[in-house]
């Protein structure tokens, strides 16, 4: 069975700071992977997706992510934070084949953004 | 543009109670999932629907039941209700064939006293 790790449950950023939150993978094939964030209050919204080709996918507000297959992992990345990306992030695998049925999330990583 | 919307919003029952929960997908969307985000965890996969039939089903409790209509609307029912089921519910809606992109709603908050 598939599943994901977010081994940091806080992690507080300044304002302006660069932002790498940590996603590791399980998967027997090539995965797909997501990126979702979820603000108080509101549903999950999707920043990024990788399926195949380029390792570096590039999201909305700014953020990227890079899947290593060697590492199983598919770090998210914004190089500068606003206070605006204060949330909950969820990284996860997509099952089911290329019409995936379903997700499979991690834990999640709840970002603070200190002025 | 629409998205997805489930209602209600807000949601509070007592223990042993019945609750439906809703959602309406994205116009033209024809897949429905259900997740359940326990408080301060992880969205648990329930059941999804395809062209109104169940297409796959993950760790839905027995008391609980889903259906996609017509319309592509689809309802949770969850009966007798436990103090554990509280929970945030979310919805999510996608185009097969579109395959991976996911809608997710803003969820419905169930509080079970």
């Known amino acids: 069975a598939q599943s994901v790790t977010q081994p940091d449950i806080h992690i507080t950023v300044s304002e302006g700071a660069s932002l790498e939150l940590r996603c590791n993978y399980s998967?027997?094939?090539?995965?797909?992977l997501f990126w979702y964030v979820q603000s108080p209050g509101q549903g999950l919204q999707l920043l990024l997706k990788?399926?195949?080709?380029?390792?570096l996918v590039q999201g909305i507000k700014g953020f990227e992510a890079e899947f290593k297959r060697s590492q199983s992992s598919f770090n998210l990345r914004k190089p500068s934070v606003h206070w605006s990306d204060a949330a909950e992030y969820f990284c996860?695998?997509?099952?089911?084949?290329?019409?995936?049925?379903?997700?499979?999330f991690g834990t999640g990583t709840r970002l603070l953004v200190s002025p | 543009a629409a998205g997805v919307i489930q209602s209600p919003r807000h949601l509070i029952k007592e223990k042993r109670e019945t609750a439906t929960l809703k959602c309406y997908p994205i116009?033209?969307?024809?897949?429905v999932y259900w997740y359940q985000q326990g408080p301060g965890q992880d969205p648990q996969f329930l059941i999804s629907?395809?062209?109104?039939?169940?297409?796959d089903k993950g760790s839905i409790p027995d008391r609980f039941s889903a259906q996609q209509f017509s319309d592509y609307h689809s309802e949770l029912n969850m009966s007798s209700l436990e103090l554990g089921d509280s929970a945030l519910y979310f919805c999510?809606?996608?185009?097969?064939?579109?395959?991976?992109?996911?809608?997710f709603g803003s969820g419905t908050q169930l509080s079970v006293l």
């Open positions: 999510a809606s996608s185009l097969s064939g579109a395959g991976e992109k996911l809608f």
């Open positions: 990788y399926f195949s080709g380029d390792t």
């Open positions: 998967y027997g094939a090539t995965p797909y």
């Open positions: 629907f395809y062209e109104k039939m169940q297409s």
């Open positions: 116009p033209r969307h024809d897949t």
């Open positions: 996860a695998v997509g099952e089911g084949g290329t019409g995936f049925q379903k997700l499979v």
